[in-house]
């Protein structure tokens, strides 16, 4: 168990992502999905009212009512996207607290654990977007906020506003897309959230679905990368360099008797700031295979390789001469 950024609540270090719910993966397997993660000690669930246009949300609202667990769970969603609409990201005042509204009719709860604005809106203004935040927690509709897919400067921000104004509610996570595939927010979020207290909370993090090795002879029938959906998504990670990232990993699973999927969640699990990867699998088999990453501790040489090998660029003016203290 970790704490979720600077408070006292505490989650699982691994968290169960439900992006597929009410898509790939049916309610009969998300009831299964949710039943094997809480046996492996999971408390941490993650959704968003874009999933599956609603259906997730409600697909976990009637698991979590069916097992009678909601008591045991961390429940996470988050609100500001509004696909298919022309806008993308909407975080005005009355979109929120109407979309919050909504998905708690759909999980079939009164209030949420972590509610997320899941990307930054250039077309409202910050003070309106955060006002919204707060109102929702003094109503108790909210437990504690975060952000989701925030540059540095936005993350930070964001934050500062938060801790100025009397009586609102801090940021206390950041959903990004993190990975050895992915280690773009080391430069910047990752130094701003650390300065917050703010814990990281990792999507994708076996790099889409590449860093557990399935793509290295080519592009398998079934994939998301055969998808329209998801194709281009994914082919992003299917270069040479990246390429050479995958046999490290590869490498590395062979020398600790474990498979690249154990390997990549393991590292970016112990990575400095982060709280807990959130693990998303269209089959229940797909999630306990990642469960088992828990019982890897990867050894210093190791990490030390891996770091190397996948390390991003990095320069002025984040990195150099007149920098100090860096994570």
Known sequence: MR???????????????????????????????????????????????????????????????ELGVRDRVVLATKAVS????????????????????????????????????????PLTPLDETLGAVDAAVRSGRVRYAGISNYSGWQLARAATVQSERRGSAPLVSAQMEYSLLQRGIEREVLPAAHEFGIGILPWSPLGRGVLTGKYRAGIPAGSRATTEEYGAFVEEFLTPAHARIIDAVVTAANGLNSTPLEVALAWVRDRPGVVAPIVGARTTAQLAAALTSEELELPTEITSALDEVSAPNRGYPEYGWNQRGQL
Do not use: C, K
């Open 82 to 121: 509004v696909r298919p609409d022309a806008r993308r990201f909407n975080a005005s005042r009355a979109h929120l607290l109407t979309a919050l509204d909504r998905s708690l009719a759909r999980l079939g709860v009164d209030h949420v654990d972590l509610w997320q604005l899941h990307a930054w809106d």
């Open 3 to 65: 704490s979720l950024g600077n408070t006292g609540l505490h989650v699982s270090r691994l968290a169960l992502g439900t992006m597929t719910w009410g898509g790939a993966t049916d309610e009969y397997d998300a009831h299964d999905q949710l039943r094997t993660f809480l046996d492996a000690g999971g408390t941490f669930i993650d959704t968003a009212d874009v999933y599956g246009h609603g259906m997730s949300e409600g697909i976990l609202g009637r698991v979590l009512g």
